[in-house]
């Protein structure tokens, strides 16, 4: 199994200590179980769950043991129960595959498991905290798994997370909680250009990865202007338009860009069967889009991306959520299996609503705890991707905004307006996201909170050891993925589950991308992705 897929049960011993992914702690990055290790023994401090990153922690005290994730749970938790017995893993099928193997009750839960007909962005993942099997939950990433002795064993139950609740509480306006997170997540990026780790992040003609940049450049005020020289900027050249306007902002910036030179901090390129099952054991089950990993994460290699700001705005229409779900009937073949599902997405919904986010637009809230969690979050999983835009900071902050600061994107105008002003002024991809004269006008001042930025923060990680390079190549993976497709479409084709024109559509995808060696988009996998999930449930179900 992937030494970053945890899973944990009643059968096994707790460990002491364990960390898989990446955590910022204040202005420090800890990175996997043996930073985790240093970071202890330099800090005399522990991790706990609700910070910034994407990770899973386990800490084990005298009297209990804590597990839970980071803020945004970009490293979901996933809670298989039954009476006495528990398993816990940030994979949902290999969560299947195991208590299966233990002969415990795996039971299909078609509501759940047709979610994936809805098309386009809200059906592409989970909808609600239930999940195609009926004894696994998504653990929200607001709770923590509590583990205490019984006469039975060892008991779960789950608890509100505390750290960041109580940090909420203390945040008093929009503007202080928006100086908190320029103030910290400025000094964390001063943390990683003095770091000398390889460093690469996205730049496109959109806001977010601008927003990312403009981070940067402020850590790079700070402690020198030649240290933003230590991240490499690449952007996609197929996409013309993003790439014009990136190359723009790099020239002028004096940015590293799209450097291709060899450098042996880079992470390593994996195996095409390795990289095949980690798609599976991360995705299946979780999120639709077929994207496969390509390398494996090092300790010695980090990345940036922008998820996490489409929570800050609208993303979603500006309807109730019950009409945004009766507009999908349509796409679900059995009216039965789309009222239980409905029912379920409100329930999970309103539990979701609380804390700060109790007066937040519910869709927005959806979106937060679902589209960003499992979209957003996939690429963490794959390696050591960091996501300024999902702090919890931010998130505080935009859960205190107006609908109208919501509507027009205040939260990245300043964010992008107090880290960078010409960036913010720069030209976009669309025209319609240049900031206006509102936008700059109602920009709270938080140069001083920028200035103020920490800059001593350390890095935390392993040594870096030799590894060989594999064979991946997407051609290969796609082939793959016909093979284990057509196995599994002979055994769901006369349950009735499906409608024989979405499977023989699927098919004809799955001849396309192998053939061709690509998806025309990864959301294109969706039904094939959906397809393989139901037939290893019809042969793990008991």
Known sequence: MDPNIFLLSSFDPVPQHDLRGICWQGEDLIIGNKGY???RAAQRAEIQPGQDGSYIIVNTYRE?????????????????????????SNSFIELVRYTASRNLPVTIDENHLSSFFIPGPFGDQLTSLRTSVKEIRLIPSTMEAVLTKAFFGTALTLRPVSTASGHALNVRSYREALQDYLRLWVGRMATVLKSGLYV???LTGGRDSRAVLSLMLAAARNIGSDFIRQINFTSEIGAKGDFALACQIAERFQLRFMDKREDLRVPIRLDTSEAYEKWKSLCLGV???IYFPVTRPVPTALSFGGAGGEGHRRFYPSVPPNRFLNQQRGFFPSSAQFKRLKRDILEDLSSLRHGTEASVDPMIVHYRHFRDRCHGGRAPQYGNLISPLSGANLRWASSLCSPDQIERSQV??????????????????EPGKSFDTRHLAEVPDAQDAIRSARND??????EAASLQAGDFTKQKALR???EDFLSHYERVQGSGFFPREYL???????ENASAEGRFPHARTGGALSHVILAGELSRLSN
């Open 504 to 510: 023989e559509k699927a098919r004809a995808t799955a």
């Open 480 to 482: 793959m993925l016909r």
């Open 287 to 289: 999120y639709g889009p």
């Open 457 to 462: 923060g350390q890095v935390f990680a392993s």
């Open 412 to 429: 990245l105008a300043d964010i992008l307006i107090n880290a960078n002003r010409e960036l913010a002024t720069m030209p976009y991809d």
């Open 200 to 202: 690469r992040s996205d």
């Open 37 to 39: 290790k240093k970071y």
């Open 64 to 88: 209990e043991a804590v597990i839970g994730t980071d803020f945004s749970g970009y490293y979901k938790l996933f809670l298989y129960q039954r009476g006495e017995k528990w398993a816990l």
